[in-house]
């Protein structure tokens, strides 16, 4: 038998509760694990823009720091949170089950803002900002960071109409309002409700126990949606999206880049058999960045180091 298993997370309600869904899946296997609380530059520092932190891997930074050390054995992420590359000897030990991966609008009066010119409001997600003015072009979006529970708590606090955030997140922790809709339209970011848990290369029996909580069908759908991201070279700030769906030996993937305003976007739609997904994530976005990605994410790394 190993050792107790030393999970490290961050210290938010959302992130405890992945954690000890992790702890309890591993009990549920026959392992014994601890909590290890490790907060993040993403969490300390809420006063600016996640674009603006010039940090790659504001929420993980620190949980990598502590696995290199030897403090901890795995840590888990919101996997839309992760870096594409991942630091020297650290890998993918598994992804749980996806939950709901779609964004949702919470509000605060009425709905009916959505018909009114000058309604305003919030996200910290640079995606999700574009989606919204590309559909809505008269609104004004303003920036909201915190975890989730501030974040709620900011909109009660603000006179804002509403904010968005994804449906997963407040469904684990039970704070889903009522006034809320799904926005089924806003295609989400890369991985969004997936769960991660990464260990070190090194740590073959770490990696072995991990293994049995992969869900495989999940693991091939955000690999693929992460290696368009990656090829897109959009970390975790570009409004870049993706989503892979597997329906029987089918994969429908769907990827989209927006302008930072909303006002320009490039998408796709791809059906793949699932034994002929090879490269696909990098093939879609190598063929967007030929017709006009490359164009785009210059002018918004541009925009961004202003």
């Given amino acids: ?142 920036d909201l960071r915190g975890n989730v529970n501030t974040r709620l708590q900011k909109l009660q606090d603000n006179f804002w109409n509403g904010a968005i955030f994804a449906a997963a997140g407040l469904e684990r922790i039970n704070l889903l309002p009522k006034n809320h809709i799904v926005l089924d339209w806003m295609l989400p970011a890369p991985a969004q409700g997936a769960i991660m848990i990464t260990a070190l290369e090194k740590d073959a029996g770490i990696l072995q126990i991990c293994a049995q909580l992969n ?30 769906i597997i329906e029987k030996d089918v994969v429908i993937f769907r990827g989209a880049l927006f302008s930072l305003d909303g006002s320009h976007k490039l998408e796709f739609l791809e059906r793949i058999q699932l034994n002929e997904i090879k490269d696909t994530g990098k093939i879609c976005a190598e063929k967007m960045l030929e017709n006009g990605g490359a164009k785009m994410m210059a002018a918004i790394k541009m925009e961004m180091n202003k």
């Fill in 1 to 142: 038998m190993h050792k107790i298993i030393r999970i490290g997370t961050r210290s938010s309600e959302l992130a405890l509760w992945q954690a000890n869904l992790v702890a309890k899946q591993l009990k549920d296997k026959g392992y014994n694990s601890e909590i290890v609380e490790i907060d993040s530059k993403g969490d300390i520092v809420l006063d600016k823009p996640l674009y603006r932190l010039g940090v790659v891997g504001v929420f993980t930074r620190n949980l990598d720091i502590a696995m290199l050390k030897g403090e901890i054995d795995v840590a888990v992420h919101s996997l839309k949170d992760v870096p594409t590359d991942l630091p020297e000897g650290i890998v993918q030990a598994a992804v749980l089950e996806r939950a709901n991966y779609h964004d949702i609008l919470v509000f605060k009066n009425d709905i009916d803002f959505l018909n009114e010119e000058n309604a305003i409001l919030a996200t910290g997600s640079l995606r999700r900002k574009a989606q919204w003015l590309d559909k809505y072009p008269t609104h004004t979006v303003v």
């Fill in 215 to 244: 869900h495989q069908n999940t693991a091939i759908a955000v690999n693929m949606e992460r290696e368009f991201l990656n090829t897109m070279e959009g970390g975790c700030t570009a409004p870049i999206a993706a989503l892979a």
